[in-house]
């Protein structure tokens, strides 16, 4: 059995924990958090900490914290054992050259009130030896997960596109439902909608599954939908995405 020690309960670390803690082959020994009341409902299944001096000897410190915090955090273990961020775009040479280190990045969003099952999500793995790698993938496997071995300058690829496929549309989202809801429409309006182009997209992909005025051509509605948005901010993002799909595909009509 594999000695874990998590560190980091946002989104990711809490469902890192539902799933670690539910496996035969993961021993999660040690959970930190610089806030302990936020863990403390773990502390019946195991130990919850909030001062990295504290920490015990694991096989894998899995850390799942924010960027900006990764190096800093990082720093302050000082144990043997792998030790892995989480991050998308985080390089692994964020980790002390000095240490076992290495990347185990899901590609997928995660917020703490809804369980996802980690079966089919891909994650990315990165280490500097045979040994770590195996040890990532075994994890991965236990989880039911895809696995990807990728370096560090691809994984940013994934991360920033992953940035427009789930961050900026669910911000569109976002702003659909602001419209719908200060004309008292409910957003279920939508559900179909999303659903159906979602469908689409895994199965023809982004670009035969790209509908809509600005593919067409029609200026008319266009101009009509500008002067609808009363919001500067929105009616500039509209008119850049307008442009940028009339580009595209304006020289395939010729």
């Given at each position: 059995?594999?000695?874990?020690?998590?560190?980091?309960?946002?989104?990711?670390?809490?469902?890192?924990?539902?799933?670690?803690?539910?496996?035969?082959?993961?021993?999660?020994?040690?959970?930190?958090?610089?806030?302990?009341?936020?863990?403390?409902?773990?502390?019946?299944?195991?130990?919850?900490?909030?001062?990295?001096?504290?920490?015990?000897?694991?096989?894998?410190?899995?850390?799942?914290?924010?960027?900006?915090s990764i190096k800093k955090i990082i720093q302050k273990i000082n144990l043997k054992g792998l030790i892995v961020h989480t991050s998308g775009f985080c390089s692994i040479k964020e980790i002390d050259s000095k240490k076992r280190r290495g990347v185990f990045y899901p590609v997928q969003s995660f917020v703490k009130s809804?369980?996802?099952?980690?079966?089919?999500?891909?994650?990315?793995?990165?280490?500097?030896?045979?040994?770590?790698?195996?040890?990532?993938?075994?994890?991965?496997?236990?989880?039911?997960?895809?696995?990807?071995?990728?370096?560090?300058?691809?994984?940013?690829?994934?991360?920033?596109?992953?940035?427009?496929?789930?961050?900026?549309?669910?911000?569109?989202?976002?702003?659909?439902?602001?419209?719908?809801?200060?004309?008292?429409?409910?957003?279920?309006?939508?559900?179909?909608?999303?659903?159906?182009?979602?469908?689409?997209?895994?199965?023809?992909?982004?670009?035969?599954?790209?509908?809509?005025?600005?593919?067409?051509?029609?200026?008319?509605?266009?101009?009509?939908?500008?002067?609808?948005?009363?919001?500067?901010?929105?009616?500039?993002?509209?008119?850049?995405?307008?442009?940028?799909?009339?580009?595209?595909?304006?020289?395939?009509?010729?």
């Amino acid at each position: 059995m594999l000695n874990l020690v998590l560190i980091g309960a946002g989104n990711l670390g809490f469902n890192f924990y539902r799933e670690f803690s539910r496996s035969k082959k993961i021993n999660i020994i040690q959970w930190y958090n610089r806030k302990l009341r936020v863990i403390k409902f773990a502390q019946k299944n195991t130990s919850i900490i909030d001062d990295l001096k504290n920490l015990k000897q694991a096989d894998i410190y899995i850390v799942c914290i924010k960027d900006d915090s990764i190096k800093k955090i990082i720093q302050k273990i000082n144990l043997k054992g792998l030790i892995v961020h989480t991050s998308g775009f985080c390089s692994i040479k964020e980790i002390d050259s000095k240490k076992r280190r290495g990347v185990f990045y899901p590609v997928q969003s995660f917020v703490k009130s809804r369980k996802i099952s980690f079966k089919n999500v891909p994650i990315c793995i990165e280490a500097e030896n045979k040994k770590d790698l195996y040890t990532l993938d075994q994890i991965s496997n236990y989880l039911g997960a895809k696995t990807y071995i990728i370096n560090s300058e691809q994984r940013k690829v994934v991360h920033l596109a992953a940035v427009f496929v789930n961050n900026f549309s669910n911000h569109l989202y976002s702003i659909a439902q602001e419209l719908l809801d200060s004309n008292k429409i409910s957003f279920n309006i939508f559900h179909s909608i999303i659903r159906e182009t979602t469908e689409k997209v895994l199965e023809i992909g982004p670009e035969k599954s790209q509908t809509g005025p600005a593919k067409r051509g029609d200026k008319k509605t266009i101009e009509e939908h500008e002067k609808f948005l009363t919001n500067k901010e929105y009616k500039k993002l509209y008119l850049i995405i307008t442009q940028l799909i009339e580009k595209k595909y304006e020289s395939r009509k010729l």
